[in-house]
């Protein structure tokens, strides 16, 4: 039985092929349908090929998509023999914690500019993103029996929600888009003895991501100081940049990207 139950959940992680998108609907095999009313962008592919999960997984199809179209552009390029000039290709891990361009040898890369292909729709060029932050939120609480609790416990997880409290309520991704910066909650687990909260902080500005940071420590303190010292921890972790302050200075990159996207017949980029 565990090993029927293994290959079975092997499976369902396996790819799903749709040939000649009808552009309006996709019902995957677990029953989940994705609709053009739900997912606008759906409406642009009709009569593509899509792949996807069978809909009880999620494929990460953002990754894997962006080394396809790199393996796919060298194969092209080996196989029409296409001019060109030196070409360095790198793959790095663990992009939403940093911790792969934290390590990345830029020197031996030896390469005067590069490109990040990702699984972006078709047309988009971007050269701006948010500046990234990980957080991570701890409180200690003191576990006491409800009977004898008065004046002496402190629930962690009741103040763990009071931080959150404290936090913008509208400046959240599902209240925020474009250029607006947000606190996401990512994770949250606990009990009344200890409580833990994960959250990623992005801002464009620079000067208002170093806010979010700030008011995110301010809570911690203002933690403290209802329920004693050391109650809440909050420990904050830069993960990337905004692009856009290298760039600002270098746009013959975007440019020649640009021209590149013409000649292979794509339509005006998108700046974002």
Do not use: C
């Not at 565990?2 to 290959?7: F, M």
């Not at 899509?50 to 196989?79: N, P």
């Not at 003191?142 to 962690?156: D, Q």
């Amino acid at each position: 039985l565990l090993a029927s139950s293994a290959a079975s959940d092997v499976y369902k992680r396996q790819p799903v092929i749709t040939e000649n998108f009808n552009g309006v609907s996709l019902t995957l095999p677990a029953g989940i349908t994705l609709s053009v009313h739900d997912f606008p962008h759906l409406g642009t592919l009709k009569g593509r090929t899509l792949i996807t999960s069978d809909g009880s997984t999620i494929l990460g199809a953002d990754d894997k998509a962006g080394i396809a179209e790199i393996m796919t552009a060298l194969a092209v390029l080996q196989q029409k023999n296409i001019p060109h000039g030196d070409i360095r290709v790198a793959f790095t891990p663990d992009e939403e914690v940093g911790k792969g361009a934290k390590h990345f040898d830029v020197d031996a890369f030896d390469a005067r500019w590069g490109y990040t292909v990702d699984g972006g729709g078709v047309g988009e060029l971007e050269f701006e993103n948010f500046n990234a932050a990980s957080a991570v939120l701890t409180v200690h609480g003191v576990g006491v029996h409800p009977g004898s609790a008065k004046n002496v416990m402190i629930n962690a997880a009741t103040a763990a929600m009071a931080f959150h409290a404290m936090l913008p309520e509208d400046e959240v991704p599902e209240k925020t888009d474009g250029y607006e910066g947000f606190f996401h909650l990512q994770e949250m687990h606990g009990t009344a003895e200890k409580a833990d909260m994960i959250y990623i902080v992005r801002d464009h500005s620079m000067e208002r991501f170093q806010e979010r940071k700030a008011m995110m420590e301010k809570a911690a303190a203002e933690i403290d100081r209802r329920y004693g010292a050391h109650t809440a921890e909050v420990e904050l972790q830069d993960q990337y940049y905004n692009m856009h302050e290298v760039l600002k200075d270098h746009m013959e990159i975007l440019e020649l990207a640009e021209q590149a996207m013409k000649a292979a017949g794509i339509a005006a980029p998108t700046h974002s």
